[in-house]
């Protein structure tokens, strides 16, 4: 199979990908390990930046995000028994959507097959050759157990934390700067209306819970937990009292739990995003801890960039753009490393803190909410630099 540009995974760096590139008249193959019904129903991330929800408008005139998704111009820092809400419209002028990623993935799906998008479903990428070259392959294992060889121009590693792309690139399957936290998240999906109009970030005496949403039916909430708790050994009473606990002055509307799971936290960036004609995008090159959920924002980030590298290279032959791809890159993505960084660390205490780390803590905080310098970072920040302009 012959194609200018293979893309590996479906996620939203990919096919935001593929879309750009089919703009400029580039083709692409896409694989992905997973069928396209897992993609879609898969419950990840649910916070949208300003920018790439201005991304998404003017690629699909079909999102759903104007009419599924919800505006929200603020969130709240509870401590200390009081809430404090960052106000982003009044601080910044932007705001955030809450439009789950499979929601997102769905829409991109439909516009992508619809323009007779090549995506090869449960095919699993191997490995990839010949980045030195001027034409790299992957090889891959397609649905019915058969070799799938796909010449490129150019490889696109968009293959998530456990990318296989990576290897062509770093050198090695983990090669990468690491830090790994003393804490997890318990996730629950209930049927219930939400609890809040915004989200509420909650440092309490018993520990970091985040009450978030997913429709007006369904309710995503997080609570700070052991890296190793099984989702399984809580019962549904438990589970509610210690959210409740855990959100002082806010009374959570309860319903049936029909999803569970822990988060673990890491924060990593990959030592090379790109090597030769092969490079990386989204959590293939970067992962980022959920508190601020940077994550599939940071993945659109990347794919802009690449994709105006790309069309440098493929159609004016011109290299400087894809040469200069991961140091820009890296510009955003550290920034993104320190804001994740920094909402896990004023919102979570690991095991082993001591009083003094608990009362500086707060002591943060205040100084966050109390400053309208400090509100303003935590606003620009949540609601994304601007992305890089398309041309
Ligand atoms: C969600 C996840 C986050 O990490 C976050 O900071 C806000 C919301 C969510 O899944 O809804």
Known sequence: LRTRVAIVGAGPAGLVLSQLLADAGIDSVILDSRTREQIETTIRAGILEQGTVELLRALDPGTRVDTVGHRHDGVELRFAGEGHRIDFAALVGRSVWLYPQHEVLIDLLALRLGAGQDIRFETTADHVEGVDTDRPRVVAVDAGGEQLVVDADFVVGADGSRSVVRAAVTGSQTGGYFREYPFAWFGILCEAPPSADELIYSNSENGFALVSQRSPEVQRMYFQCDPEADPDALSEAEIWDTLQSRVPGTTLHEGPIFQRDVLRFRSFVAHELRNGRAALVGDAAHTVP??????????????????????????????????????????????????????????????????????????????????????????????GWPLPTSH
Not at 317 to 340: E, M, N, P, T
Not at 352 to 381: I, K, M, N
Request: zero cysteines.
């Open 290 to 383: 959920p508190t601020g959920a940077k994550g599939m924002n940071l993945a659109i980030a990347d794919v802009v960039l690449l994709a105006r590298a790309l069309r440098a290279l493929l159609l004016e032959g011109d290299a400087r753009l894809v040469d200069g791809y991961a140091a820009q890159a890296l510009d955003r993505i550290w920034k993104a490393q320190q804001f994740s960084w920094w909402m896990t660390s004023m919102l979570h205490l690991a095991p082993q803190s001591s009083d003094f780390d608990r009362l500086r803590q707060l002591g943060e905080l205040r100084t966050v909410v109390d400053s309208a310098a400090g509100r303003t970072y935590l606003a620009e920040a949540y609601t």
